[in-house]
């Protein structure tokens, strides 16, 4: 997986191809909105699939972990980039973030970021008490743009 720096922020497009916030009831509407902007991205059908999920793990764990709420931009990049962001406490990212093996399943999760880091093309994680921001790109047959 290529790793680009977090603050790599520098899109080919000169606004996000979508930029909303969410909670629990936007759930819907956002997937749908994000498996809109994939289509038109040229994602193709599974790539579109793999990735609503990924994007949908996101959300969760903002709503689960994150306080509640949270804000989601998609750009364009060479890739196509999804940035979730929440105020939450944070957390200590090595324990999720850097696993190989699955993890086990607890009534907390722990699964939702092992899922997302197999099915984009990278994932980036900065947490801290201020919150969280987690930035991945869409695995697809190449680049976008």
Same mark, same amino acid.
């Given at each position: 997986?290529? *790793?680009?720096? +977090?603050? !790599? !922020? =520098?899109?080919? #497009? $000169? *606004?996000p191809l979508? $930029?909303?916030?969410?909670? +629990? =009831?936007?759930? %819907? /509407?956002v997937r749908h909105e994000v498996e809109a902007v994939s289509r038109r991205c040229g994602l193709d059908h599974d790539e579109?699939? %793999?990735?609503?999920i990924a994007v949908n793990e996101l959300m969760i764990n903002v709503i689960r972990h994150g306080g509640g709420a949270g804000c +989601? /931009?998609?750009l364009l990049d060479g890739h196509l980039v999804c940035e979730v962001t929440d105020q939450g406490r944070g957390f200590n990212t090595a324990r999720y973030v850097s696993r190989t093996e699955r993890p086990p399943l607890?009534?907390?999760?722990?699964?939702? +970021?092992? #899922? #997302?880091? /197999?099915m984009a093309d990278y994932l980036l994680v900065d947490s801290g008490p201020a919150g969280t921001a987690i930035r991945i790109a869409a695995r697809t047959r190449g680049t976008l743009g």
């Open positions: 997986m290529a *790793k680009p720096p +977090l603050d !790599h !922020h =520098a899109p080919t #497009v $000169s *606004k979508l $930029s909303t916030s969410f909670t +629990l =009831a936007d759930l %819907n /509407r579109i699939e %793999n990735w609503v +989601l /931009r998609l607890s009534e907390t999760g722990g699964m939702g +970021l092992w #899922v #997302v880091a /197999r």
